[in-house]
């Protein structure tokens, strides 16, 4: 668990992410980051990071693995959306099984990304996860 920044962006979406993969979440912050409107205010390479990151930060939106160690990223999201309903919740996957898709979207994903193929999805869905006031 890692707390990159506890300054909000002014007008901008603060995004949390969460990935076992060290070097992947450094790649994907970058890539975040290079986008004027998203900050990342925090990292967690496992679920029950995430969740506690969620509960202190209060971010706009959540990337979240669903293979995760600790607590699997379906579980994560389940409590996440409970907790948090108005949280943009974008479920980040190498697996391109429909069942664990359909699971995440019943947990409460706003959107489910297979990682070779999610950076135009992500950084759209992203900009536009601005919590309504």
Do not use: W, Y
């Not at 300054?7 to 949390?16: I, N, S």
């Not at 509960?55 to 409970?82: N, Q, S």
Request: proline content about 4%; charged content about 25%.
């Amino acid at each position: 668990m890692r707390v990159v920044s506890s300054v909000a962006t002014e007008g901008g979406v603060r995004v949390l992410l969460a990935d076992d993969d060290e070097d992947f979440l450094v790649s994907l912050r970058e890539l975040i980051e290079a986008q004027g409107e998203l900050s990342v205010v925090a990292t967690a390479t496992n679920g029950l990071a995430a969740i506690e990151l969620v509960d202190e930060m209060a971010p706009d939106a959540v990337v979240l693995d669903l293979h995760m160690p600790l607590l699997d990223g379906v579980t994560a999201m389940t409590r996440m959306r409970r907790d948090h309903p108005h949280l943009c919740l974008i479920a980040l996957t190498g697996d391109e099984a429909p069942e664990l898709h359909s699971a995440a979207k019943d947990s409460g994903a706003d959107d489910v990304l297979v990682k070779n193929a999610f950076v135009d999805g992500l950084l759209g869905r992203l900009t536009a996860a601005k919590v309504p006031v």
